[in-house]
């Protein structure tokens, strides 16, 4: 008797060794065959109530490690059901709704920007790009401001170098560009440059220290100022529409003469008074005036046979008035909220 639970007890160790299943029920199925009231475990417990005292010990010993072991093998197996319904629903579960992909969109500012470039593109104007750390001869100098012009001031000029003949600073306008234009291109020349500027200005809801502008040149013999309005007057329509006005007001810069300041009919009210345009129907949108000859001259161009006009706007104001945004600060603080009204398929 003790001879054959001695083998028994061998036999069901191997067994419960090679067990193995993935289903619960079958699991269930084969705890209760060696462990429940009727199992092979149960019942060797049962026979070993006759097992003379002497062997008792050991027998005692071997049954507690056998249950054990099954007890132990029916956890290991219930685990791994667990797993690997976890495992398959991951990969599996194609109900699953997707994570959702949110796209980023282009910046109003560059939107406009790349608006205002293509209309000047259409008609025959190149870009042209400079640096942003400029001298003081290419922002200042060489476009006629006078040596204590008020614009030179530190107030107004971020100064990188200190140097007294031709500090470098941070470039104010893109105009400098021009400079470096007329410097180096064949005549006659058409040339639209879009670039970041600086000045040191005090943020608000109209003014930020640092601002995008778009200037463009034009420079060929006979350029008159007619041609000037005709130009401004077609960027005027296609970037505000059709039915736009424009008007212009006498202004001064030191690199054109005669200067104006454009204005054009405001596109929310169609010149009958708003907020946005303060009642009065028309919005300021850029400077512009014929080159001032001195300025020709300086970069050796016969101001007698050559003659030409430039004019500059502000890339957030025309993106401020093409979308109606009454804070400049929305540009710059990258609030996705405010970003994400752009998120439309621009065309540019
Ligand atoms: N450079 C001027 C500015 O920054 C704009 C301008 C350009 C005016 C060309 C006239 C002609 O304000």
Aim: aromatic content about 8%; charged content about 25%.
């Amino acid at each position: 008797m003790v001879f054959v639970m001695r083998e028994k007890i061998e036999e069901l160790l191997q067994q419960i060794a090679n067990l193995s299943s993935n289903n619960e029920k079958e699991i269930e199925s084969i705890r209760l065959s060696l462990l429940g009231k009727k199992g092979e475990i149960t019942k060797l417990f049962e026979e070993f109530r006759t097992v003379s005292p002497e062997l008792k010990k050991e027998f005692g010993q071997k049954l507690n490690i056998l249950k054990n072991t099954a007890i132990q093998k029916i956890e290991e197996l219930k685990a791994n059901i667990n797993k690997s319904a976890t495992n398959t629903k991951s990969q599996t579960d194609t109900s699953m709704p997707a994570d959702t992909l949110s796209l980023g969109s282009r910046h109003p500012v560059s939107i406009a920007r790349q608006e205002i470039v293509n209309i000047f593109r259409k008609f025959g104007y190149e870009v042209a790009e400079g640096p942003e750390i400029e001298d003081d001869y290419h922002v200042f100098e060489a476009l006629n401001f006078p040596a204590n012009h008020p614009a030179r001031d530190m107030q107004d000029t971020f100064f990188v170098s200190n140097n007294i003949i031709n500090p470098l600073l941070l470039r104010t306008h893109t105009s400098s560009v021009q400079v470096r234009a007329m410097e180096s291109m064949p005549l006659p020349m058409r040339i639209i440059c879009p670039g970041r500027v600086f000045r040191n200005e005090a943020i608000s809801a109209r003014a930020h220290c640092i601002f995008h502008q778009v200037e463009g040149l034009y420079i060929d013999k006979n350029v008159s100022f007619a041609d000037l309005k005709q130009a401004i007057l077609v960027f005027a329509r296609e970037m505000f529409g059709e039915d736009t006005q424009i008007r212009f007001r006498p202004s001064y810069f030191p690199f054109t003469e005669p200067s104006a300041e454009v204005d054009v009919s405001c596109n929310i009210c169609k010149g009958k008074g708003c907020n946005i345009c303060k009642g009065t129907g028309w919005l300021e949108i850029m400077g512009c005036g014929m080159v001032d000859p001195n300025v020709l001259e300086a970069s050796n161009i016969d101001s007698k046979t050559y003659s030409g006009f430039a004019f500059g706007m502000g890339v957030e104001r025309i993106a401020m008035l093409k979308w109606q945004v009454n804070d400049l600060r929305h540009y710059f603080e990258n609030d996705l909220r405010f970003l994400k009204e752009f998120n439309t398929n621009h065309s540019v």
